[in-house]
């Protein structure tokens, strides 16, 4: 199934995007102005700066899904995957553990798109009890691997075969954090697959190498 096929979330995700647009730009100002009114070593700062930042990255967020739900296309850059995982591994914090190359290994991705891809894999897991996430990324003469694995119960059995289809959850939520990372890699011409394994899930994300 390409990205076109995936109207539903794609036109979700748009309209989210645009109602909580102002709203978002309403809550960073209002956290700029506080962490300007406190002094730069009030133990409150580092908080303020911390959902500031957390803040600004969500508005680049929304913005990427607002123009992915009118366009169906990224806007690939070249992107070191190294310090991509290791970024992630960072904000997740100790229990999510990434795997890297000794030196840069760069794709043209849009970084906004697989970095949630990457989340939404991540955070699924974390919320199902993994003790530990494993992000790794392997370069091939015919594909560039992202991989992300973990030590938790594993994806339920009847849902395995609706997985990536819109609305389709093993656990209570939307439905739609894994229908959006297909649509994002499908729309660089790649794909993601539940691999076998003995314990717990296993997905990789595969892109075409870039010609």
């Known amino acids: 199934m390409n990205v076109l096929q995936l109207e539903p979330e794609r036109r979700l995700t748009a309209v989210l995007g645009h109602e909580l ?3 978002l730009a309403a809550a960073i100002t209002g956290v700029t102005l506080a962490a300007e009114l406190t ?26 899904y607002l123009e992915f739900g009118r366009t169906g296309r990224p ?11 290791q970024a992630l591994a960072r904000r997740h ?10 030196g840069p290994l760069t794709l043209r991705i849009d970084r906004d798109l697989v970095e949630r891809s990457l989340d ?18 392997t370069a091939r003469a ?19 075969a609706r997985l ?11 439905g739609l954090g894994l229908a959006l990372v297909r649509a994002a890699v499908e729309a660089h011409g ?4 539940l691999q076998p394994s003995l314990r717990g899930a296993h997905f990789v994300l595969a892109f075409p190498p870039e010609p």
């Open 142 to 160: 015919d594909a560039t691997l992202l991989e992300v694995e973990d030590d938790g119960p594993g994806v339920p059995h009847e849902v395995r």
């Open 75 to 85: 806007r690939p850059r070249a992107q070191d995957l190294g310090e991509l995982l």
């Open 39 to 64: 002094d730069a070593h009030d133990p409150r700062r580092e908080f303020l700066d911390r959902a500031l930042g957390d803040l600004q990255r969500l508005a680049g967020l929304l913005r990427t």
């Open 120 to 137: 939404n894999l991540v955070e699924n897991a974390l919320a199902a009890g993994a003790r530990e996430v494993r992000v790794s990324v």
């Open 93 to 102: 914090g100790p229990r999510v553990v990434a795997r890297v190359p000794a």
């Open 190 to 193: 790649g794909s993601v697959t």
């Open 21 to 23: 647009r102002n709203p």
């Open 164 to 174: 990536f289809e819109p609305f389709v959850s093993g656990r209570g939520s939307s």
